[in-house]
């Protein structure tokens, strides 16, 4: 997953994703850190299009590495630190 140029964009996504405020603007009161983090905010970090971001945001998600948060027609994601956690455990006894 993380051997190619995609595999590190996604991998760039995870580690912006740590800290969502220090990467992405505030766009609510709330703030990125409780509610997440919109394709279209990671689209625009990356320089790609939207439709890409979130293919690579679906991909962490099927994999249970992201949680979603739907409001109204905007879909936000978050790590799943625990799962993340599980995944990191799973590499270092060598799968």
């Given at each position: ?7 590190r964009?996604?991998?760039?996504i ?6 969502p405020s220090a990467h992405?603007?505030a766009?609510?009161?709330?703030g990125?850190?409780?509610t997440?983090v ?11 299009p ?19 948060h739907?409001?109204?027609c ?8 625990i ?12 799968w």
């Amino acid at each position: 997953m993380t051997g190619t140029p995609s595999g590190r964009m996604r991998q760039t996504i995870l580690e912006w994703l740590k800290d969502p405020s220090a990467h992405f603007p505030a766009a609510r009161r709330s703030g990125p850190a409780e509610t997440g983090v919109t394709a279209r905010a990671v689209a625009a970090k990356l320089g790609v299009p939207c439709r890409t971001a979130r293919s690579h945001l679906d991909l962490l998600t099927r994999l249970g590495l992201l949680r979603t948060h739907r409001t109204r027609c905007r879909t936000y994601y978050r790590r799943d630190e625990i799962r993340i956690a599980e995944v990191a455990r799973m590499f270092e006894k060598g799968w």
